[in-house]
């Protein structure tokens, strides 16, 4: 029912910049039902478990975790389906696969994930 699609991960060196990009598509996405769902990202680092990284409110309410506070801004486009994550001095600590999640209907979705590897 739906689909999350992210996208814009890569190879960057410490202290750059990306845009992670989440398109969500079925369900969600019909008469404007996706403005009404908290949409957030997480990440998952090799040998360690999934943690929340940030999350926007139906209203635009913004919540990250400490350790990309101040560095990291998530966002959302209504009309694109689509959420946000701007990542800026970007550190190696932040190389992960980084996954869109949404809790539409009760159910969790989670897109297929971008990789993003921080390293000189």
């Known amino acids: 029912q739906v689909q999350l699609v992210e996208s814009g991960g890569g190879l960057v060196q410490p202290g750059g910049s990306l845009r992670l990009s989440c398109v969500a598509s079925?369900?969600?996405?019909?008469?404007?039902?996706?403005?009404?769902?908290?949409m957030a990202w997480y990440r998952q680092a090799p040998g360690k478990q999934r943690e929340l990284v940030a999350v926007i409110s139906n209203g635009g309410i913004r919540n990250y975790t400490d350790s990309v506070k101040g560095r990291c801004t998530i966002s959302r486009d209504n009309a694109k389906n689509t959420v946000y994550l701007q990542m800026n001095s970007l550190k190696p600590e932040d190389t992960a696969v980084y996954y869109c999640?949404?809790?539409?209907?009760?159910?969790?979705?989670w897109g297929q994930g971008t990789q993003v590897t921080v390293s000189s």
């Open positions: 079925g369900t969600i996405s019909s008469r404007s039902i996706f403005s009404r769902y908290p």
């Open positions: 999640n949404t809790n539409f209907r009760m159910v969790a979705y």
